[in-house]
């Protein structure tokens, strides 16, 4: 038997693969799907079926590319959309391959049309459920997404599919959900990479509440919607474009790269000190696992991308190409050695340890703390007195209460997400930002004066 | 400096890709293209051209594969040809990239239009010689190609390039040449896999003869011409389809094999010796690294191709694509074990070692020796008395010689092509039919009755 | 959090990875032990601890190898042996790394020594049953190794564990045991990769009976033992030899071949019907999957390894090495192309369809039907009328009973192990023999004469 | 035919492996060996053979290591030397394998024993030269090794060697030497992958004098020779202990890493933008191409090392190895973001571009500028005015000449080797360094009032 997990990191978004005999199931697979063809390859089998758990939000599903490749078919779920490729799956339709088989069930909540699939033993026993984002591992999906109007509706249809779909099929099924802990498609999932139904009931503070009205109180918020979660919901109806393979963006020299990438975005993806080092003026900074998360916030599908690696040729472009950026179009040859090495000009960003922010504390009156920790950190971990919270989703829209007139010291929760606003506000035309090394995470090691409340 | 020599086992076929900087080019590519976007990658540069050597008879190039992935500009050879892609180098015409520069020198007689290319150091002195098949390591190129009315002006017209445009670039310049030892490209290249100017002047024999007279009517030969040559050239010049990745054949049970492959042709790229115990019915054997050799005389464009493997799937997709053998359609899953666990019958062919043959031969009177050998090999190992001679790629032509009611041994040189022989004949109707296992070599290394004369 | 199950193929034998933060455990590992130390390295821990669940019979345990790559404590399990390694691991001892903790829970019955470990979550909730060989899918461990005489008490003993120590830990706990299905050490373990103590609950045979008494009868069985399993004790209680890299076994040309292996047992791993249709004379066949089965009842410890591959160097190498077999000097270079080219006299054995033993069976009178199969298949697939029937592992010692003056014709369930057996048989001097390909499986897909009874 | 050149990067050490049939040889080893293994493997041959050109100063050659794991024979070249391994070779001894043969060469100059290995044709014909240290592309051998006193004599023997026995060879032999561009072992070789001698006679400046004396003054010159030579001479004659496989080193925590590395010394190997963002205190930096280099000289055997990576494991301990440092204990687990997490306190170094350099040097009188460039480099790229020059590598010894008391702004070609100088002078107590980022390059793209001379 074939059963095999595909994690795509960074996203934490899971797919599977499931084979037994000559034929193969991929549920939700990812678009460079290569990977699928490979492990379908090597068991013998073919890839017959793909199922989509629900309608994306957060990346590109990897269906339309991967039936072009292996003329499978693929079902869809959600009635109340008129897709541009595939079929539709109702609640209860089986799907047999080799001795197993699969069965549809209809879990909605996070989306109206959500199914969770159930893989029967060759006895026809429950055996695994993957359940696509309405159950994970310690958390369970967002309501929020359908429409602020209907959440309340969603959750209360979410409490259905969990206590009178799901747990009923008892506490030894396995339980295979579309994410991992780190997804943006649930804020506390756990490291837990293998669960069962049982323990979900043991652990998963969500489904703790049995009672339908604190359930649906509990989990009926608004969370958090990027950007390009329009385009992912667009390209996922529609079926996306065909890529065959992965774009290959140009080496650009560095005598070249101003006039090249004028016209689009520049993503410096190497390390938050070398980029607060010395980088290539207006350029956007991410770190790399961090793309996954934080592109489809800052990104745009207007314009080209032009990337600054630690030198050699970019390994995310995968990454990109799971959010729609498909047009990667080159990369700085030889990296900020060469653009030295030109006689062309950087910027830096100050960047201090969280000892000499206890010196400059004392000493520095005219100064202003900026923290771009998310609100669920700052009621886990802590507020910093003083400081000024905007999350760093939320910057690029709130950027004019910040004052230019004195340094703004940002911090997060390790120094990554602030070296990404500082690149946001050195854009803008800010020139006296510091981001603070280690971030709170780092502050929370010392005794200094400047306190922590509430954590 | 990037420099690499891609070899496609089995046809021999030698590309290069060359980079210096962030440019790279590619000569004479194959069509399963990623090895070079690959290299060009890790080495920081862009394809930006793809050079062909001439117009390709023997296996598809990747040039509009390559363009597609990367953007190069592609430069042709053939003036007298309408080319469906890319544009037409000129004798002299040279390109930079980086420091280096590669230029075309018109070297006619394989093809009219036939380029070596010259790369030049950075201080402009000559190197290396893409040497395409105008010269190979101990072989020049045929000249019968263009057509038997035209061969002793196009091997003048290769005297000429050999004795006027490439040796006075002197001894010290190496040779890259597109093919290797194996190639149908040159029945006599050697296993020399680097080679200069003066090795060849000292060893090729072609080129001894400096008078003209004697060159040609030494290398003014017909030779064979597999019939999948014209495919070949029709795809080389219009432009072949952009396959974008390898197909995926099926697996097909054996319950179905049956239905599934008659449409087509069954391939069984097994070991001989298994395909001899036992082997699908009307199933054509050709052994893995025979293929690229012998597929183009036995297969046909016309129908799909269905495999018997060792068990697993087949690798030899990528072999059959190189020879526009795109329509892959399936595989018996699981093999022949498969097969007989499912209750198929299956045929066997008599084998037997030179030992059982010297008994048999001594006591049987009926029997018919047939020798698939070329006759290059009758030439230069010996040629068995009594035995008649078809070469194994006349002998879907000549079937009607060979009798049917006495035994029929065949003879090659070591066994392989004795049982692509027999799977013929056994398509064919023929049931008598005994494969001499370890073929000549084995013979000679026998004392026995059957002695091999003029060896 | 780093998890992952090796499996060695064949063996059917799982391994395990764990890890958090820089710490990671390896739970029974396997001596060709790079895949583990590159796991970790990856994941960025290091391999601090190695558990071992029983003292194993059927592999070599990797733990002094892995120790000696890295470091890691070995802790052991059998009170009543005296280890040549390592520390004896207590009930209820508890390691602790990163978040995550294990905890011993003995669980004897297997051995008297066996521990499972138990996960715990960073909370503390029990997670996955790391069960050795105590709980299978589908199975239990066998109880008749640490000797007949305390089969009974061993049996009861397993009893004890299963249901008052595994099954208690609730039916939400996961189960990774030590082998998965085709391990020797299970006849009946299923195809279930993943599964819980409440799926075994539901589904394994064996743990239906709650009932003491039963559950002894129905477990307290004598099984085959291959003599190899000794040499494993051994091995295992007094820690093998350090390997550093894997044996690197000689290309021996045809010519010298007989005289280096003459000294050692020539072991063919080609195909059944490529052995079948020419081998060395006096060669042993085992087909490739099967040789992590059967090495140990054919194969010596005190003489050389001598190998038959397609052609190419050997991949068994890791098979071999895991059943200590440490003495992998040759392989006969070119395969059987060049021992036919070389002049080298080879053997066949008879192969039939079984449309032809059909045919045959009508006509001829003097024969002999050898069943090679279990009594295990004897009893589910059924009995072959007039067939002799000495399990395959049991041939060397019953030769006896098998005649010399006629046809023996050779069933297994597939074709395969009858190659094993007509190999046995060929070296011990027998001519006469003839294999039914496809076996049980082929004949029962046909109407013959030749009842199948009792399936 | 196998015939492969295996590079390792940054020593742009060449290694070869050359076999026919079923025997293969390998020259001049490198010691992490398991490629030419694997290579040999896959081609179907065994390593016979393993010929040393010389004994090496620069690396630690694998012999010893390879030998272990195939039972090749080694011979080495130094008759005044008592090697601990191997036997050796003569002037004029030949070895054959297949149908081909090397023969050795003496062609003193390097050393006294160097060897270069004549590969011949299957004709017997001169092929291909294994040059050793003797010949490069580009350059000849170094002659000060052997001793100041031997210099102008090892010049004169290789003059010998290099016009009475090499280029008599034919200028159509290729040319493959021990070293390419970037060896220490010849500043001026060229980046030309593959050349033969006419080539070398055409373009390699060292060998334009025919004459001898004009030679020995070209030739006859001291050379830096990094400390760690003397270990390489020790471990190539007696034998470097067998490695079996690569070290492990540990991930250790921010938390305990003064601790563990306090003993040893802190090799920090991000990118020099990072380091100068932030290191740990006292940690020595080397840019990780430039470890093969420059590690030998400012590493110690005598203590264990431990790595600052950009937050995965080190990727650089195969490099580490072939310079003899096989203790490469630890490194800080998550790098510099967990150190800065865990609120340890970090140094930074000054970096400026050119630009502002331009601005400073303006306003500031008090400035020192140290170039750490080689004379060769001040010879062929200019000086800066005002400049101190010392050598990167005699920079530890002359530490003494430079001021505390004003900044010192540190030049080198791109701005590596400054940053190197800079973690040497931070460790030794300097705090007002700047690094100028690109370095000369930089520099001489801009107009500004510090001018370069002479170049």
Not at 112 to 126: A, E, F, I, R, V
Not at 181 to 203: F, K, N, Y
Not at 396 to 418: A, H, N, Q
Request: net charge negative; hydrophobic share 40%; with cysteine.
């Amino acid at each position: 038997m074939l059963f095999e997990r595909i994690e795509s990191e960074g996203l934490a978004h899971y797919s599977y693969i499931i084979g037994e005999g000559t034929e193969a199931v991929v549920i939700d697979p990812r678009r460079d799907c290569g990977i699928y063809v490979d492990k379908a390859k090597r068991a013998g089998a073919r890839i017959a079926l793909i199922l989509e758990t629900h309608r994306n939000e957060d990346y590109v599903v990897g269906s339309v590319e991967l039936a072009s490749r292996t003329g499978a078919e693929i079902w869809h779920t959600e009635p109340e959309l008129e897709y541009g490729y595939g079929r539709l799956a109702r609640d209860g339709q089986v799907w047999k391959f080799g001795r197993l088989s699969l069965q549809a069930i209809h879990t909605p909540g996070h989306t109206p049309g959500s199914m969770s699939y159930l893989l029967k033993t060759p006895q026809g026993d429950p055996w695994i459920l993957f359940s696509g984002d309405t159950l994970f591992a310690g958390d369970v999906g967002r309501v929020d997404l359908p429409g602020l109007d209907r959440m309340e509706e969603m959750a209360g249809l979410l409490h259905e599919s969990l206590f009178e779909r799901i747990i009923p099929l008892g506490d030894d099924v396995i339980v295979c959900p579309a994410h991992g802990a780190g997804s943006v498609c649930g804020s506390v999932i756990q490291d837990r990479p293998w669960t069962t139904i049982g323990i979900e009931r043991r652990l998963n503070p969500k489904i703790q509440h049995r009672n339908r009205e604190d359930f649906i109180r509990d989990v009926a918020r608004e969370l958090e919607r990027p950007p390009y979660f329009r385009m992912m919901e667009k390209l996922n109806l529609e079926g996306p474009p065909v890529l065959g393979s992965l774009p290959v963006p140009d080496p650009v020299q560095a005598g070249d790269f101003a006039e090249r990438a004028g016209s689009g975005l520049t993503l410096d993806v190497r390390s938050d000190l070398a980029f607060g080092a010395a980088h290539v003026p207006g350029s956007l900074f991410i770190w790399r696992s961090g793309l996954p998360s934080y592109a489809g916030w800052f990104l745009s599908y207007a314009k080209p991308v032009f990337l600054i690696t630690p030198g050699g040729p970019p390994e995310v472009v995968p990454d990109l190409v799971r959010l729609g950026f498909d047009n990667v179009a080159g990369y700085l040859a030889g990296g900020m050695l060469a653009w030295h090495m030109a006689g062309k000009e950087s910027r830096a960003v100050s960047m201090l340890t969280v000892q000499e922010l206890c010196r400059q504390l004392d000493a520095k009156m005219d100064r202003w703390i900026l923290d771009v920790r998310s609100e669920e950190e700052l009621d886990s971990d802590g507020r910093i007195p003083d400081a000024h919270h905007i999350h760093i989703t939320l910057l690029p829209g709130r950027l004019g209460e910040i004052p230019k007139d004195c340094t703004v010291y940002i911090f997060c929760g390790s120094g990554l997400r602030s070296m990404t606003a500082a690149s946001l506000l050195a854009r803008a035309g800010w020139k006296d930002i510091a981001v603070v090394l280690g971030g709170l995470a780092g502050w929370t090691s010392r005794t200094c004066p400047l306190k922590v409340t509430g954590s």
